[in-house]
């Protein structure tokens, strides 16, 4: 029995992707609201077909501002790339993950119809 997996998490985490060994995964966001995590409200994006969320830093809610606007409600069926990648956490480098936004022929992986959103990407093998 692994411990690491008797406490699954509602939130996505840098070991998720590395567990999957895959360095990045598309996902479509669903939703993004206010959730509490620990003793604070954050802003937390939920994916379509994915049942854990990946909880917003600083630097990834400005990411998705940025490609797509201040207004979340906007986001649903936006595809995004979560990939995993290293910073500096006081001095030391520490797994964390990061958002952006694909480019090219594989941007328009969702087709949006005014009632469904179908998804056209299959990441299936990513435990979340």
Not at 96 to 114: A, K, M, N, T, Y
Request: net charge negative; proline share 5%; glycine share 6%.
């Amino acid at each position: 029995m692994l411990m690491s997996e008797a406490f699954p998490s509602a939130f996505l985490k840098a070991e998720d992707l590395i567990k999957a060994d895959r360095p990045s995964v598309t996902v479509q966001v669903a939703s993004c609201d206010y959730e509490t995590v620990g003793e604070n409200k954050l802003p937390v994006v939920r994916f379509i077909g994915k049942s854990a969320g990946l909880v917003l830093n600083k630097t990834n809610s400005n990411t998705l501002t940025d490609a797509m606007g201040d207004d979340t409600t906007k986001w649903h069926g936006r595809t995004i790339e979560i990939f995993h990648t290293k910073t500096d956490l006081k001095g030391a480098l520490v797994d964390c993950l990061r958002v952006r936004i694909p480019q090219g022929p594989d941007q328009e992986r969702v087709v949006i119809h005014p009632k469904e959103v179908i998804n056209v990407d299959d990441d299936s093998d990513v435990p979340f």
